[in-house]
């Protein structure tokens, strides 16, 4: 592999361990720098000149190149060392009777509602990492599910299951605490409550267990869960009367372009200052996340969790193996009796330099063996795509890598990985510096149109600019662009569809369709803007006409029928669609 030059990007410097290391010694705040991502694609060598630290210090400059320069490059991750204390049978005294733990459940619940043992054990040492605690629940149908546990503070314990299936349930805990060992219990589940959770259904769309259709019409929101009560309440309201369903969100905090507000809570036990034990979840934050996704739920939205993301500053991106893996256990026990939970392994899993594809294969590992009711699960790249063919992921989480064409390749991810495709990351609504984050609402709303006609699913986002550095896609609170309200109208228009969503058809070359070909169809003209459209149709098919405006929300329906050879006028600008309606069919 060729040495770094001063004009190797800073991305790639940056990635390689030892080269991450002498720039985070010799230049630690540009390590820091809360717009490190927006400095990659320079040059080494004018990031070292324009770099403040080293502003008129020639001879310092030219030391730290040389050394930058002297490395062999390599992208093998440093592992940091472990220091997770293991599960020991003994962590209770064999005087301690087995079982004797206080336990507390419900006799009755709902299918596909949350079920939650609770248990009051033992405190000493560090439960978090010296307990394992399960259980196995049997239902009166043969079915065995195992649910981990996790401990949640002040000598409580929990272990909850989503319930998949009516009847009665029984249930024997295992753990290595002699007290939470072998506890058994007995309840009974009713009808469901809920639609279940959302799957992938017809190989390329979603619906959930009842068999209802899921659109997901998506917002990203990264960290409004950590901004304090009166922002994220003024969000759930934004939500409560927008189009969206679907919500991107961190479960760590966020150090990047206008994200610089410390959080009121931490995952961890600590602070910034004395540091963060990271064998020590914080009960505090995660009861709070989980209250917001509850609420989540309560307006309909799915909460598309990402559990590792590289804007950091408190460490939470470089810790240990061993407390990575903690972590994703921790939130899978704690989070997976979610109904509308997601599981997103990371935004932008390839900034995080410190990790390997085999750290996310064993990520997938985890979620999967202690996820009872199998969420979906994803992965979401920046530059790199993640191989979306690997079977745990269960549909594609995309970034644009392209400026300009995003939502135009949902059909090629499609047939490359045969898989849902969810532009979670088109760009956003905005009018900030980066090029990510300043497309106009037209443009927006022509990515959605764009992308559903093809099949696929595209995600929204606000950047605009807030003299409280307020941005939707971060922090939530309310919004400001022009696109929402016509990605509503589109949610409305694809529910109305055969199936309540659209799949794409072929015969134009110059425009997108979708439908059931001769029953429905729907064409979208996006940046076009036609006068008029001739078609050809069979002629013992009759069809009505709408003529759909995207932008103003309108829908006019032509007079008459049309059949065979025709002609549809249009009012020649863009954001037009056209939707053929068969009203009926000769013979019939």
Same mark, same amino acid.
């Given at each position: 592999m060729p040495?770094?030059?001063?004009?190797?990007?800073?991305?790639?410097?940056?990635? /390689?361990?030892?080269?991450?290391?002498?720039?985070?010694?010799?230049?630690?705040?540009?390590?820091?720098?809360?717009? &490190?991502?927006?400095?990659?694609?320079?040059?080494l060598g004018l990031i070292l000149s324009t770099e403040e630290r080293l502003r008129g210090d020639d001879a310092r400059r030219a030391e730290i190149l040389a050394r930058l320069t002297a490395i062999e490059p390599s992208h093998a991750p440093a592992v940091p060392p472990s220091n997770v204390s293991r599960p020991e049978p003994d962590y209770e005294a064999e005087s301690t009777r087995e079982g004797s733990a206080k336990v507390s459940f419900p006799a009755e619940t709902a299918k596909w509602a949350p079920f939650e043992i609770e248990l009051q054990g033992p405190e000493h040492g560090n439960p978090f990492t010296d307990v394992e605690?399960?259980?196995?629940?049997? $239902?009166?149908?043969g079915a065995k599910l195992t649910v981990p546990g996790f401990y949640d503070g002040g000598g409580s314990y929990r272990i909850r299951l989503l319930v998949p299936e009516e009847g009665t349930w029984t249930f024997t805990t295992a753990s290595n605490a002699r007290s939470l060992n072998a506890i058994t219990g007995t309840f009974d589940a009713g009808q469901a409550v809920s639609r279940?959770?959302?799957?992938?259904?017809?190989?390329?769309?979603?619906?959930?267990?009842?068999?209802?259709?899921?659109?997901?019409?998506?917002?990203?929101s990264y960290v409004w869960t950590h901004q304090g009560d009166a922002l994220e309440e003024e969000t759930l309201a934004t939500l409560a009367k927008g189009p969206f369903n679907k919500m991107r969100m961190c479960v760590f905090p966020k150090s990047y372009l206008f994200n610089e507000n410390e959080p009121e809570l931490y995952?961890?036990?600590? $602070?910034?200052?004395?540091?963060?034990?990271?064998?020590?979840?914080?009960?505090?934050?995660w009861a709070h996340l989980e209250r917001r996704i509850d609420q989540l739920e309560e307006l309909g939205i799915e909460a598309d969790l990402i559990l590792f993301h590289a804007y950091d500053r408190w460490g939470f991106s470089t810790m240990s193996q061993d407390q990575d893996d903690l972590f994703v256990k921790y939130a899978v026990a704690r989070l997976a009796s979610k109904r509308n939970i997601w599981w997103s392994l990371a935004n932008e899993y390839d900034l995080m330099f410190e990790k390997s594809t085999e750290d996310w294969e064993r990520f997938a590992d985890i979620v999967t063996a202690n996820d009872p009711n199998a969420h979906l699960l994803s992965i979401h790249n920046c530059r790199e795509f993640y191989d979306h063919?690997?079977?745990?992921?269960?549909?594609?989480?995309?970034?644009?890598?392209?400026?300009?064409?995003? %939502?135009?390749?949902?059909?090629?991810?499609?047939?490359?990985?045969?898989?849902?495709?969810?532009? /979670?990351?088109?760009?956003?609504?905005?009018?900030?510096?980066?090029?990510?984050?300043?497309?106009?609402?037209?443009?927006?709303?022509?990515?959605?149109w764009e992308g559903a006609?093809?099949?696929?699913?595209v995600g929204h986002g606000e950047t605009y600019m807030d003299p409280e550095d307020v941005l939707w896609w971060a922090k939530g609170g309310s919004f400001k662009g022009t696109s929402p309200d016509r990605i509503?109208?589109?949610?409305?228009?694809?529910?109305?569809?055969?199936?309540?969503?659209?799949?794409?058809?072929?015969g134009h070359w110059d425009v997108v369709s979708a439908g059931l070909e001769n029953e429905y169809e729907l064409i979208y003209f996006g940046f076009f803007q036609p006068t008029y459209r001739r078609f050809v149709k069979p002629q013992d098919v009759t069809f009505e006409i709408d003529v759909i405006d995207t932008?103003?929300?309108?829908?006019?329906?032509?007079?008459?029928?049309?059949?065979?050879?025709?002609?549809?006028?249009?009012?020649?600008?863009?954001?037009?669609?056209?939707? &053929?309606? %068969?009203?009926?069919?000769?013979g019939e």
């Open positions: 040495t770094f030059t001063p004009t190797t990007p800073l991305f790639d410097v940056m990635r /390689d361990p030892s080269a991450h290391e002498i720039i985070s010694a010799e230049i630690p705040e540009l390590a820091a720098n809360p717009i &490190l991502h927006t400095l990659y694609h320079y040059p605690l399960s259980a196995e629940f049997r $239902s009166g149908s279940g959770v959302v799957r992938v259904a017809e190989q390329f769309h979603f619906a959930y267990d009842d068999g209802t259709p899921y659109l997901p019409v998506g917002t990203t995952p961890y036990e600590g $602070s910034p200052n004395a540091g963060f034990d990271y064998l020590r979840p914080n009960p505090a934050f063919s690997r079977p745990w992921v269960t549909h594609c989480s995309i970034q644009r890598r392209d400026i300009y064409k995003t %939502a135009e390749m949902t059909t090629e991810w499609r047939g490359q990985y045969g898989k849902p495709v969810v532009i /979670d990351e088109c760009a956003y609504e905005g009018n900030i510096d980066q090029g990510w984050g300043n497309i106009t609402g037209e443009e927006m709303t022509r990515r959605f006609i093809r099949g696929g699913y509503g109208f589109l949610r409305r228009i694809q529910e109305e569809a055969p199936g309540g969503r659209f799949e794409p058809l072929p932008w103003n929300m309108t829908v006019e329906t032509l007079p008459g029928t049309y059949s065979g050879r025709f002609r549809v006028e249009l009012p020649g600008r863009q954001y037009i669609a056209l939707r &053929l309606r %068969a009203v009926a069919v000769a």
